[in-house]
């Protein structure tokens, strides 16, 4: 994801002996670095800036300003440009200083010419991945839209997008169902953050796993003394999440008395800590998750019918992956810039055939899945386990191909800014052409547009 505008890594040397300077500068324009030479420390001042796209190599012992205050200077302009400090023999006490002081590393002289290139090298790969980590965390904080959170340009996602803008100001309590992986939680904190009640607190809770006294004082809450090991009063997540969005997932394995208890809740809009009898107002939204159908629930997990239509006053349901297969090339490329980010490694570029397969995988773990193999593909590891992507459905060639042609449509339509005509040029197909292609697949340009 390297900004394929920027000029290539520079080398700034400082070395006031001219034999040196030019014996050096010539070594490494020979292994392909572009160098620029200065005979002081004051030359090369004007050329530090934040954001340096190079390095900084200087001898320590210079006339004027020495490589140590230099080295000052570049950390507090930007420590994040690597400093190679030049030193003669006998100074490796200085140089450990200057490690101690950010240096990235010392070279002794005399150096040969291998020993310089092979130092400078790792040091401008190490600035190159910095600098590239850096541009991935400015585009992804600047990312807030819902867009970009839920991520898809199916019609399944968009009118999922949709639903959820028209309906996060409201207080209507909101069931999500879908498959396990498929992003429940990622869609009820959308909702909570598009809503009112975003600077509230959005209070999480899975329903699986619990005992039922734990879980009814986890929701709830319970005075010091109601039970055994309740040594003092405990703030239970309805009211913690008051003025804010209380999520409950894997509601289908509530316990059947707790389910009463919450019904009577919503209902009431009030409600008591274990142990007391005082009544506290309930001011949070209810937004609930499962995996389950509700109104068709096994015999041991069974799950009362008023309860569901209490919580379900509005049902968002999020499609398993392997049914919208057209978003996976973007869920890819989103996971992996937020992988390369995280472990400070650089964005692959899937093969072909990577993508064929990541296209005709089954995905039983759904975006979770997906999500964990672009972090596996950073990290060089195999995308998918052979076992498992076996198990793919088979696909027609021209289901395939219409999945791979959508998606170099919309990457066109991205890459020119929504402009039909500047697209059909880069695509090197008649406009008319294109517009029956975007008419074909219902894709409109204008959404493509910058704000």
Same mark, same amino acid.
């Given at each position: 994801?390297s900004?394929?505008?920027?000029?290539?890594p520079?080398v700034?040397?400082?070395?006031?002996?001219?034999s040196v300077?030019l014996?050096? @500068?010539?070594s490494?324009?020979?292994?392909? +670095?572009?160098?620029?030479?200065?005979g002081?420390? $004051? /030359?090369?001042a004007?050329?530090l800036?934040?954001g340096?796209?190079?390095i900084?190599v200087t %001898?320590v012992?210079?006339?004027?300003?020495?490589?140590?205050?230099?080295?000052?200077r570049v /950390?507090?302009? %930007?420590?994040? *440009?690597p400093v190679?400090?030049? @030193?003669?023999?006998g100074?490796?006490s200085?140089a450990?200083?200057?490690m101690?002081?950010?240096?990235?590393?010392?070279?002794? #002289?005399?150096?040969? !010419?291998?020993?310089?290139?092979?130092v400078?090298g790792?040091?401008?790969?190490?600035?190159?991945?910095?600098l590239?980590v850096?541009?991935l965390?400015?585009?992804?904080?600047?990312?807030?839209?819902?867009?970009?959170?839920?991520?898809?340009?199916?019609?399944?996602?968009?009118?999922l997008?949709?639903?959820?803008?028209?309906?996060?100001?409201?207080?209507?309590?909101v069931?999500i169902?879908? $498959?396990?992986?498929?992003?429940?939680?990622?869609?009820?904190?959308?909702?909570?953050?598009?809503s009112?009640? #975003?600077?509230?607190? +959005?209070?999480?809770?899975?329903?699986?796993?619990?005992?039922?006294l734990?879980?009814?004082?986890?929701?709830?809450?319970?005075?010091a003394?109601?039970?055994?090991?309740?040594?003092?009063?405990h703030?239970?997540?309805?009211?913690?999440a008051s003025?804010? @969005?209380?999520f409950l997932d894997? *509601? $289908?394995?509530?316990?059947?008395?707790?389910?009463?208890?919450?019904?009577?809740?919503?209902?009431e809009?009030?409600f008591?800590?274990?142990?007391s009898?005082?009544?506290?107002?309930?001011?949070?939204?209810? *937004?609930?998750?499962?995996?389950?159908?509700?109104?068709?629930?096994?015999?041991?997990l069974? +799950?009362?019918?008023?309860?569901?239509?209490?919580l379900g006053?509005?049902?968002?349901h999020?499609?398993?992956?392997r049914?919208?297969r057209? %978003?996976? !090339?973007?869920l890819f490329?989103? +996971?992996?810039?937020?992988?390369?980010v995280?472990?400070?490694r650089?964005?692959?570029?899937?093969? !072909?055939?990577?993508?064929?397969?990541?296209?005709?995988?089954h995905?039983?773990?759904n975006?979770r899945?997906?999500r964990n193999s672009?972090?596996?593909m950073?990290?060089?590891?195999?995308v998918?386990?052979g076992?498992?992507?076996q198990k793919?459905e088979?696909r027609?060639?021209?289901?395939?191909?219409?999945?791979?042609?959508?998606h170099?449509?919309?990457e066109?339509?991205t890459a020119?800014?929504?402009r039909?005509?500047?697209?059909? $040029?880069?695509?090197? *197909?008649?406009?008319? @052409?294109?517009?029956d292609?975007?008419?074909r697949?219902g894709?409109?340009a204008?959404?493509?547009r910058?704000?």
């Open positions: 994801m900004d394929p505008s920027a000029a290539p520079v700034l040397y400082v070395e006031d002996d001219p300077r014996g050096s @500068t010539q490494l324009q020979l292994a392909g +670095f572009e160098v620029r030479a200065y002081s420390a $004051e /030359q090369v004007a050329h800036v934040p340096l796209r190079g900084l %001898d012992r210079l006339p004027g300003m020495d490589g140590l205050r230099l080295l000052e /950390q507090q302009i %930007d420590a994040g *440009i190679i400090l030049v @030193t003669g023999h100074d490796i200085m450990v200083q200057a101690r002081m950010g240096a990235y590393d010392f070279i002794e #002289k005399p150096f040969s !010419p291998e020993q310089i290139c092979e400078v790792r040091a401008i790969e190490k600035r190159s991945l910095s590239e850096d541009l965390r400015t585009r992804l904080s600047g990312i807030n839209t819902i867009d970009a959170k839920i991520v898809g340009r199916s019609s399944a996602m968009t009118d997008r949709r639903v959820v803008l028209d309906i996060a100001s409201t207080n209507a309590e069931l169902t879908g $498959e396990t992986g498929t992003g429940k939680e990622l869609v009820a904190r959308c909702l909570h953050d598009y009112k009640r #975003k600077d509230g607190a +959005f209070a999480a809770l899975n329903c699986g796993g619990m005992p039922e734990l879980f009814e004082s986890e929701v709830f809450g319970h005075e003394g109601s039970f055994t090991g309740a040594a003092k009063r703030i239970g997540k309805i009211e913690h003025g804010g @969005t209380l894997e *509601i $289908e394995t509530m316990p059947l008395s707790l389910q009463v208890k919450l019904l009577r809740t919503l209902q809009r009030n008591e800590r274990l142990g009898n005082e009544l506290l107002p309930m001011d949070c939204r209810i *937004i609930a998750a499962t995996k389950a159908d509700l109104l068709h629930p096994p015999p041991e069974p +799950f009362r019918n008023d309860l569901y239509y209490r006053v509005v049902v968002l999020i499609a398993p992956l049914e919208r057209e %978003d996976i !090339p973007a490329s989103h +996971f992996l810039m937020q992988a390369a995280r472990y400070e650089d964005v692959p570029d899937p093969s !072909p055939a990577q993508r064929q397969a990541l296209m005709q995988h995905w039983p773990g975006v899945e997906l672009a972090d596996r950073v990290l060089g590891l195999p998918i386990d076992s498992v992507a793919a088979p027609s060639l021209d289901a395939q191909l219409a999945v791979f042609e959508r170099l449509l919309e066109a339509l020119c800014g929504g039909a005509a500047t697209a059909s $040029e880069m695509l090197q *197909i008649p406009k008319k @052409t294109l517009y292609k975007l008419k697949f894709i409109g204008d959404e493509f910058a704000p």
